[in-house]
């Protein structure tokens, strides 16, 4: 592979995303191929300090400001790490990208999504993901998952997050080549073998 792929997964907290990535993450290794794993918020050095601000500050929050400190843990993510991965010829999963801050800030909050669709253009230079992995559950069984210690996104609310599961579906639409939908209802081996049909395509 001369160009690396860069592949994000998404989807509402709880979907179990995280653990699909780490699972596809080695498979991929033990293909041969080399990866690298990389989040948002969160990504190694300047985002993990602006992560430790966005998940457990305890004071108020504007969403604008939200929106801007996720905008600029996203253009260090790009231009510090995933770029120059993508370059080394190396496939870069990347957990949560610019479909979260749309279906979050936009759909979850109720920011205008055209400025959003702007800002994450600005942050990430035009550079959109080769393929995108959206984890769909309901409500009820993703907040199940993520139990009575949540942070402070994840206290949001069932409201805000029944938002944010439309949103994410309504983008899967929008995009249908980039953004491939996964039932994550089903058992972590049936998320997993689905996964790796759509990954094996996209590797053809």
């Keep these: 592979m001369k160009k690396g792929l860069f592949i994000t997964f998404e989807g509402a907290d709880g979907c179990g995303k995280t653990t699909q990535l780490n699972l596809l993450k080695d498979y991929?290794?033990?293909?041969?191929?080399?990866?690298?794993?990389?989040?948002?918020?969160?990504?190694?050095?300047?985002?993990?300090?602006?992560?430790?601000?966005?998940?457990?500050?305890?004071?108020?929050?504007?969403?604008?400001?939200?929106?801007?400190?996720?905008?600029?843990?996203?253009?260090?993510?790009?231009?510090?790490?995933?770029?120059?991965?993508?370059?080394?010829?190396?496939?870069?999963?990347?957990?949560?990208?610019?479909?979260?801050?749309?279906?979050?800030?936009?759909?979850?909050?109720?920011?205008?999504?055209?400025?959003?669709?702007?800002l994450n253009n600005l942050a990430t230079g035009g550079k959109k993901p080769d393929l995108t992995l959206v984890f769909d559950v309901d409500i009820e069984t993703s907040m199940q998952r993520v139990g009575n210690e949540r942070d402070r996104m994840e206290n949001a609310g069932n409201e805000f997050f029944h938002r944010v599961r439309n949103g994410y579906l309504e983008i899967a639409k929008q995009e249908p080549e980039r953004i491939k939908l996964i039932d994550s209802t089903k058992s972590i081996e049936d998320v997993q073998s689905d996964v790796i049909r759509v990954i094996e395509e996209k590797l053809k």
């Design 28 to 118: 991929l290794t033990n293909k041969g191929y080399e990866v690298l794993v990389t989040r948002e918020p969160g990504a190694k050095g300047l985002g993990e300090h602006i992560r430790k601000i966005l998940l457990n500050y305890e004071g108020e929050v504007s969403d604008r400001c939200e929106s801007f400190l996720f905008l600029a843990d996203r253009a260090q993510n790009i231009d510090v790490i995933v770029n120059p991965a993508i370059e080394e010829g190396k496939i870069v999963l990347c957990d949560r990208h610019t479909d979260s801050t749309v279906a979050y800030q936009g759909y979850g909050r109720g920011l205008d999504l055209n400025e959003i669709n702007m």
